[in-house]
C-alpha cells in the first residue's frame, strides 16, 4: 500500500502545469497517509482526469459532475481555501 501511495504522490506532484501541481501535491502529502482504500481508487481517478477540467473545478469555472463529485474532491475543494483542512 505505502508503494501505492508513493506512486499517487510523484504523480500529485507532476500534474503539467505549475497551479495544479502545488494544489494537488499539497493536497497528497496532506491527506495521502490517511485514506482508505476507498478515498486512494477516488484520488486515483482524479489524477486521471484532465488537469484544465479539474482546475476548472477548483477555481470555481465549470460545475463539478455528478459522476466525478465524491469525499475526496470535496476535502481538495475546502483545502484550496484552507490548507489546514
Not at 496532506?30 to 478515498?39: F, I, Q, R, V
Request: no cysteine; hydrophobic share 40%; glycine share 6%.
Amino acid at each position: 500500500m505505502e508503494d501505492r501511495r508513493r506512486k499517487l504522490n510523484f504523480r500529485a506532484w507532476r500534474r503539467g502545469f505549475k497551479e495544479m501541481d502545488l494544489l494537488m501535491g499539497q493536497f497528497a502529502d496532506a491527506h495521502l497517509a490517511g485514506m482508505s482504500d476507498a478515498e486512494l481508487d477516488e484520488f486515483e481517478r482524479l489524477l486521471a482526469t484532465p488537469d484544465w477540467e479539474v482546475y476548472a473545478w477548483l477555481v470555481g469555472n465549470e460545475p463539478v459532475p455528478a459522476e466525478s463529485s465524491g469525499p475526496v474532491l470535496d476535502r481538495l475543494l475546502r483545502f484550496k481555501y484552507d490548507p489546514r483542512a
